[in-house]
């Protein structure tokens, strides 16, 4: 049976920086129709089963009542009933759950936070990530049906997964030898001591940024980097730049936010390359753009980006792929 998951974050896209930039903000209304899109592009390409958690918003099961009432559901939607946290923990283990049941492709919808999530437990699935997040850099915006459809094709495996997909890189931040987290995209050392409301909003504290990708055309601390060299995800090396120290650069920070930050010189990181950083103060460490890792003078950790990231499916080349095939016919 071809089955697929759908990971729809109801809290992503509403956190505090919506506030203080002019970032779009998602409703749960619009995830519940991207999310039915999704599945009518999937179904009708084969998906026999579809596999959401039952959250405390209850977007799965608002999704379900309207395609049954409007006598377009074909599939078997499952809705997973797991000890509900109202947090990342929820993520994690449907995550588990899906890939224990063996599902050929998981759809996000969320934002850098949500994915980084994921990523901390999903082994070999491919996954598409759909942006409804606040500052999104790793996934992006598609169209439901559209999302679906490359989700029933990476589902169908009847294609090689590097011709559409890629395994993607990761900050692995160790403390005494042990993983402490990662970071899908960035990961920045500030000296805000407390982690708070997460979001970092004084650049002015911010003394390091590790990239595992950069480029001026993304929002948030990754565009800081890329304004002064380009990292693609292609690319089996990572970056890492002094902030507050430098030449100036003007970079989007947020959405409809661009700020003039000196910026140092970019130290290139091999694949397994460890950078190591001793705390000479009080700090914390932000992951995807959210303070996650206190730390005190003294402490050290050991930045090290790897390619042990998801297996993420570009939906373009997918769909390609799918036609060179004859999936469509």
């Not at 209304?29 to 390409?45: D, H, M, P, S």
């Not at 160790?174 to 993983?179: F, H, N, P, Q, W």
């Not at 504290?205 to 950069?214: G, H, L």
């Amino acid at each position: 049976m071809t089955s697929i998951g759908i990971i729809a974050n109801p809290a992503s896209g509403k956190d505090i920086r919506r506030l203080l930039s002019y970032a779009t903000v998602t409703d749960n209304g619009e995830k519940i129709n991207i999310v039915e899109r999704i599945i009518l592009g999937a179904q009708a390409l084969g998906v026999e089963k579809i596999y959401m958690l039952s959250d405390f918003s209850r977007i799965g099961y608002k999704v379900k009542e309207r395609l049954i009432t409007r006598k377009t559901l074909k599939c078997e939607i499952e809705l997973v009933e797991l000890p509900k946290y109202n947090s990342f923990r929820d993520t994690l283990n449907i995550t588990e759950y899906m890939e224990k049941q063996g599902v050929g492709c998981i759809v996000t919808l969320g934002g850098d936070g949500t994915n980084r999530a994921l990523a901390k437990v999903v082994k070999d699935t491919p996954i598409i990530a759909v942006s409804t997040g606040t500052n999104n850099v790793y996934p992006v915006m598609i169209e439901g049906t559209i999302a679906g459809m490359a989700a029933a094709a990476a589902a169908s495996n009847k294609f090689e997964r590097n011709l559409y997909a890629i395994r993607d890189k990761r900050i692995e931040i160790y403390k005494d030898s042990e993983l402490v987290d990662i970071a899908l995209v960035d990961a920045v050392i500030s000296n805000e001591v407390h982690i708070a409301s997460k979001a970092i909003w004084d650049m002015e504290n911010i003394k390091k940024i590790f990239v595992t990708r950069s480029h001026p055309a993304s929002i948030g601390f990754s565009s800081i980097a890329g304004c002064r060299k380009i990292v693609t995800p292609q690319d089996d090396f990572g970056m890492c730049i002094d902030v507050n120290s430098g030449e100036f650069v003007v970079a989007p920070i947020s959405a409809g936010i661009l700020e003039s930050l000196l910026v140092g010189p970019p130290v290139m990181l091999d694949l397994e390359e460890g950078y190591e950083f001793t705390a000479d103060e009080r700090g914390t460490i932000a992951l995807d753009g959210e303070k996650e890792v206190e730390f005190s003078p003294g402490d050290k950790f050991i930045f090290k980006v790897t390619r042990k990231g998801p297996y993420h499916v570009d939906v373009v080349k997918a769909l390609e792929v799918a036609q060179l095939g004859g999936f469509f016919s």
